[in-house]
């Protein structure tokens, strides 16, 4: 398994962004303080859980966004990426 760390200390990072979006991800639901994985061919990340009307959906207690895991096939690697 390959870990690829999403931490940055300045934001929108152009290099990740390039990355995600190549993987076929929005890296606006994309968070961007995670260490994502890549095994077997799959990327899987954690995003912003959204609703059908595509905006994001809050907790119960209204204080946060929930968010899930999603798994997509590793289009392009991150290493033609900088990262």
């Given at each position: 398994?390959?870990?690829?760390?999403?931490?940055?200390?300045?934001?929108?990072?152009?290099?990740?962004?390039?990355?995600?979006?190549?993987?076929?991800?929005?890296?606006?639901?994309?968070?961007?303080?995670?260490?994502a994985t890549i095994e077997n061919g799959q990327l899987t990340v954690v995003i912003f859980s959204?609703?059908?009307?595509?905006?994001?959906?809050?907790?119960?207690?209204?204080?946060?966004?929930?968010?899930?895991?999603?798994?997509?096939?590793?289009?392009?690697?991150?290493?033609?990426?900088?990262?």
């Open positions: 398994m390959q870990r690829i760390s999403f931490f940055r200390k300045e934001l929108p990072d152009a290099q990740l962004n390039a990355f995600i979006e190549a993987n076929g991800l929005d890296p606006k639901e994309v968070i961007a303080d995670q260490v959204q609703g059908l009307d595509g905006k994001k959906i809050l907790n119960g207690l209204g204080d946060a966004y929930m968010k899930q895991s999603k798994t997509v096939p590793l289009i392009s690697a991150p290493e033609n990426f900088g990262l």
